[in-house]
Every structure is written in structure tokens, then in C-alpha cells.
């Protein structure tokens, strides 16, 4: 059974960090690209980061690019995104996923960020 749970979030000020964990069970994860995306209300969930099964390619998009980093434990089924400067505009609940995302979604882990 595919699983996907995420953890990490929670309530920072402008400029604060958080590391944002993810565990996948059930699909041969260190054959897979992963990806973190992000949904905030109203808007519609657009992907922020991703990695290539080996970790050895990442992409982000512009609008974090400097100051988020993912980054992946093949060994522990894990991918990480660690978030720093963070804004009022990452504000969203962020979920993991394969890049292309393949699997049904997880709970996500809601961030938030205060002004």
C-alpha cells in the first residue's frame, strides 16, 4: 500500500526556517523522482521542488530557487525540503510526491508564515 506522510510544518515569522520530511512506503522509492508541492487556499497545487532518484539533479521553481534545498535518503525512503528566508507568500500546505506526480496524495503539513 502506497503511503505518503509528511512532517515538518508549522507557524514561523518572516525570515525563519523549517525542514520539511517526508516518508514513502510502498513504490520503489530510490528508483524514483520525488517532488514537493504546495497548495495554498484558492490557488492550485504547483510544484516547488524535485530531485532525481539518485539525488544528483534538483529543480526549483523561481519562486524559492536560493532559498529552499531538497534533498533525499534513499537508505530511510525519505525526502527532505529544507526551507530558509521563508515569506508570507510560502504560506500553503506542502505535500510530497513522485515528479511527475503519480500517487494519490498524502495529509500534507501545513506551513505557515507570519508577517
Known amino acids: 500500500q502506497v503511503q505518503l506522510v509528511e512532517s515538518g510544518g508549522g507557524l514561523v515569522q518572516t525570515g525563519g526556517s523549517l525542514r520539511l520530511s517526508c516518508t514513502v512506503s510502498g513504490i520503489f522509492f530510490s528508483l524514483r523522482s520525488m517532488g514537493w508541492y504546495r497548495q495554498a487556499p484558492g490557488n492550485q497545487r504547483e510544484l516547488v521542488a524535485s530531485i532525481t532518484s539518485g539525488g544528483g539533479i534538483t529543480n526549483y521553481a523561481d519562486s524559492v530557487k536560493g532559498r529552499f534545498t531538497i534533498s533525499r535518503d534513499n537508505a530511510k525512503r525519505t525526502v527532505y525540503l529544507q526551507m530558509n528566508s521563508l515569506k508570507p507568500d510560502d504560506t500553503a500546505v506542502y505535500y510530497c510526491?513522485?515528479?511527475?506526480?503519480?500517487?494519490?496524495w498524502g495529509r500534507g503539513t501545513q506551513v505557515t508564515v507570519s508577517s
Open positions: 510526491n513522485t515528479s511527475p506526480y503519480m500517487l494519490d
